[in-house]
């Protein structure tokens, strides 16, 4: 049985990767994420450098922090304007603005121009890239129709993210040691660029938006930061998000004075190490891909966050070279399983309509964690010097996963309860042609119903106010005094009362103890019908479900079972 496990999670693994590279909308977002991502690492190295130059530890630190707090502020203000139209617009005009932001920045660099000037650039591009994952994130599951695949959609991109994280800041590394800052800046800007090419000519259909007219962005951002209040849940996967962006501010004042202070490889030396966390996300978005469809996403979050700062306490006890490239190597493996578990969790556990603005929150708590964490380590170096700082800041993360770890589990059993809801309603032939987003919306609003054998689900000629999925049990539906069909678990009825506003034109019986799954009018007709692709394909689902049981009736009749 373990090795049939095991085979069938390598099978699973690999579709990750396959559905992706079939699906050619998937595939151009992919690769413009990857694109921004290397951008904004290599980016990163070389803006270190000049902060380092400028003023040593103290300006790392501070530069860290004046470059987040704008971002922090901003995200959760632009974020809205993804939810409202189609959001690989958004991700356009964001890629643009930091492409040519960045090149600007080059030009100050390569003019021997006041490293002030690069940090007034570097916060502009910081905002832009600040709404780029929100958008991106939020996009992902409008091209996506199933679960399995924005599982894997989330691996794939985890995957992109390890690469650039790896690629990022090994040509900062390489160009360092041939040219200087101003070339890096000029490789970042192009590859920004590149991102938003790829995504001028995404074509699908997407969801119907709130229109900007008379919309209230206040109130927009509002509906986004009490989406992540009143669920628990987001909430406490947020916090966790916030401690590792803590750490992960800290490691970029750490990268550059390990290397300077501690193991005297000079500058370049801090894109080397940066480039071992790549190294590390690598192999573990290869190992996170084996991830796809379990139901443990919580215990394995937890083990990224804690990954994010023990590495740290082992470059404070052993500052040695291997053992310090081992350790950021782990730090990459840590980022892999976050990428993977948390944005999963957080694009299962929020609604579709303010996702955006989820995902605005968390960049927000991000970009202000960042920069928190870069004077954190700079003043904590300052206090105790580099190794108890490495150490002190290294067991945040461990110690708060590990006080959160039986939520976390707890959490893992509500996504599986809400993965049998979605898998039982993309059993529906009507239901399954709908996006993913869709369906994720009507599983949170279905209800529960047990009937013995013999209960009247409803009559003919009673008022249509709910769609049934049998999840267990068998129905019979009848008609003029017989039974016209009988089903099963994965099947549904009612949705023709539903969707031409007429009464029940045939009654249902439970022929056997029965389990239901119910969705109220409103619910069902806003998601069905609300994208005219998808209800165009519901209809023909109704049709083939239709003649299934009486194929020789007009096509304009009135069927049974509805």
């Known amino acids: 049985m373990a090795a049939v496990t095991g085979t069938q999670r390598l099978a699973d693994a690999a579709s990750a990767f396959t559905s992706n590279a079939r699906n050619p909308l998937l595939r151009r977002a992919q690769l413009s994420f990857l694109g921004a991502w290397t951008a904004e690492w290599a980016f990163t190295v070389a803006l270190g450098i000049v902060a380092y130059r400028d003023g040593g530890a103290a300006a790392l630190g501070l530069v860290g922090l004046l470059r987040m707090v704008p971002s922090a502020v901003c995200a959760p203000l632009l974020s809205p304007y993804a939810d409202r139209g189609r959001r690989e617009r958004v991700l356009v005009v964001v890629s643009t603005a930091r ?42 599951p409008s091209l996506c129709h199933t679960g399995h695949e924005l599982a894997s959609a989330n691996v794939v991109r985890g995957m992109l993210d390890s690469v650039a994280t790896l690629v990022g800041p090994l040509l900062a590394a390489v160009l360092l040691e041939v040219a200087d800052v101003d070339v890096v800046f000029g490789v970042a800007a192009a590859a920004s660029l590149w991102s938003a090419a790829l995504l001028l000519r995404l074509r699908y259909d997407a969801p119907p938006r709130p229109t900007v007219a008379g ?248 008022t249509g106010d709910r769609y049934y999925v049998v999840e267990s049990g068998e129905v019979d539906v009848v008609g003029d005094g017989r039974v016209v069909a009988t089903l099963g678990p994965g099947e549904g009825f009612g949705e023709i009362a539903l969707l031409r506003r007429s009464t029940r034109t045939a009654t249902v019986v439970a022929r056997t103890g029965v389990r239901l799954r119910a969705l109220r009018s409103e619910h069902f007709l806003t998601v069905v019908t609300g994208w005219t692709p998808s209800a165009s394909e519901a209809v023909v689902g109704v049709e083939r479900l239709l003649e299934r049981y009486d194929p020789d009736r007009p096509a304009t009749g009135s069927p049974p079972g509805s």
């Open 215 to 462: 919309r209230h962005l206040g109130r927009e951002v509002v509906d986004g930061l009490r989406a992540v209040a009143g669920d628990g849940g987001l909430a406490l996967v947020l916090g966790l998000a916030a401690a590792q962006s803590l750490t992960r501010g800290a490691l970029t004042v750490f990268s550059v004075l390990v290397s300077i202070e501690l193991l005297d490889r000079g500058e370049p030396g801090a894109g080397t190490l940066m480039t071992a966390v790549g190294v590390g996300a690598v192999l573990g978005s290869l190992a996170a891909s084996l991830l796809v469809g379990t139901r443990r996403l919580g215990a394995w979050f937890a083990l990224g966050v804690t990954l994010w700062g023990l590495p740290l306490v082992l470059v404070g006890l052993v500052p040695h070279d291997v053992p310090a490239l081992v350790a950021m190597a782990m730090i990459g493996v840590g980022n892999a399983l976050i990428d993977v578990a948390g944005f999963t969790l957080l694009g299962r556990l929020a609604p579709d309509a303010v996702l955006a603005r989820v995902f605005g929150v968390l960049e927000s708590t991000v970009a202000v964690s960042i920069g928190l964490g870069a004077v954190a380590a700079s003043w904590a170096v300052a206090a105790w010097g580099l190794r108890p700082a490495l150490v002190v800041v290294g067991l945040v993360c461990p110690v708060l996963a590990g006080a959160s770890w039986w939520r976390l589990r707890a959490l893992d059993r509500t996504v599986g309860v809400h993965d049998e809801a979605v898998g039982l309603l993309q059993r529906v032939p009507m239901l399954r042609t709908l996006p993913l987003p869709s369906v994720e919306h009507l599983a949170r609003g279905l209800e529960s119903v047990d009937l013995p054998a013999g209960a009247t689900v409803f009559s003919r000629g009673d």
């Open 99 to 140: 492409g040519i932001v960045t090149a600007a920045a080059a030009v100050v660099a390569a003019l021997g121009g006041a490293p002030i000037a690069i940090y007034a650039l570097a916060v502009l591009s910081t905002v832009a890239a600040t709404l780029f994952r929100p958008a991106h994130s939020a996009l992902l």
